[in-house]
């Protein structure tokens, strides 16, 4: 864009949409926000309503969260006129809704693949739909890191989501073995454990872990039934020990194969 400064319009400046907003001041755009209950400052414009910061915008970068992402859209769409990028972290479902209520304005999905703490406006992102490419020329001409994803709104926002079944279901067994282990006084002997597998892990990891499940799904299922039975016995709740019990179940079970095709090494059948 030429020598005329870009206008943002932020919605919802919390955490991660306030971060975003002070990193394209300083970058030198013209960023104007909204948001119901933050005020703007660091040289943020203040707005009224959604509308209002959409009005005259290059950009606008809906940050507040799913449940408000299509209001936050319907609020915002009769004065906009330059792109969307909502950057709630929604279903691919939601995004393909939102883009399909957007109609002629132009519509991104864009996902934050990391925490904005402490990057701003150099978190990874992904961006999906008919304007991702426009919008992804925008930010990174203000120093964002962007990767644009041919094909329609929801890819970006799919493989965030895909991510976090794994990342945040894997920090929540690691959270509630750790709780479990300092109930019975085994804390520091579980962590240690826990970081060895996971320094330990390489390319046959996951094969390993896949296979394993499938394999020796019905003697698992009696030793997590057993594990959530132990958790209980420890006053913790078996949330993750009880889902990983009842997808074992599952397993056992099932017709299916699983896709991996490494076999356990002897003695790895008894993790």
């Known amino acids: 864009m030429s020598g005329t400064p870009v206008t943002i319009a932020v919605l919802g400046l919390g955490e991660a949409g306030g971060a975003l907003a002070r990193d394209l001041v300083a970058a030198g ?3 104007r926000g909204y948001d119901p209950a933050v005020a703007a400052t660091d040289g943020v414009v203040g707005t009224s309503s959604e509308a209002e910061a959409a009005e005259g915008a290059d950009l606008v970068l809906s940050v507040n969260s799913a449940s408000a992402a299509v209001d936050a ?21 939601l995004k393909r809704q939102l883009a399909g209520i957007a109609g002629e304005v132009p519509f991104t999905d864009i996902a934050i693949m990391a925490p904005v703490p402490g ?23 203000l120093g964002a890191s962007v990767d644009v994803l041919p094909g ?3 890819l970006a926002a799919e493989r ?19 709780e479990a282990a300092r109930a019975a006084g085994l804390e520091d002997w579980l962590r ?28 698992r299922t009696d030793e997590m039934s057993a594990a959530a039975d132990m958790l209980g016995e420890l006053g913790v709740p078996a949330n993750v020990a009880a889902a990983a019990r009842d997808q074992l179940a599952r397993l056992s079970g099932s017709s299916g194969r699983s896709n991996a095709t490494s076999v356990p090494r002897l003695g790895e059948e008894l993790r």
Do not use: C, Q
Not at 73 to 83: D, F, S
């Open 29 to 31: 755009a013209v960023v």
């Open 73 to 93: 859209l319907r609020a915002g769409l009769p004065r906009t006129t330059g792109i969307w990028a909502d950057l709630n972290t929604g279903s691919p479902g």
């Open 119 to 141: 990057r701003g406006l150099k978190v990874p992102m992904l961006a999906s739909g008919p304007a991702a490419e426009p919008a992804a020329e925008i930010l990174t001409s």
């Open 152 to 154: 329609e709104a929801g």
């Open 160 to 178: 965030k989501l895909l991510r976090s079944v794994f990342f945040k279901g894997m920090s929540a067994a690691v959270v509630e073995a750790l």
């Open 192 to 219: 240690e454990i826990i970081v060895t597998e996971l320094t330990n892990a390489d390319k046959s990891t996951v094969d390993r872990l896949v296979t394993g499940s499938y394999k020796h799904a019905k003697r």
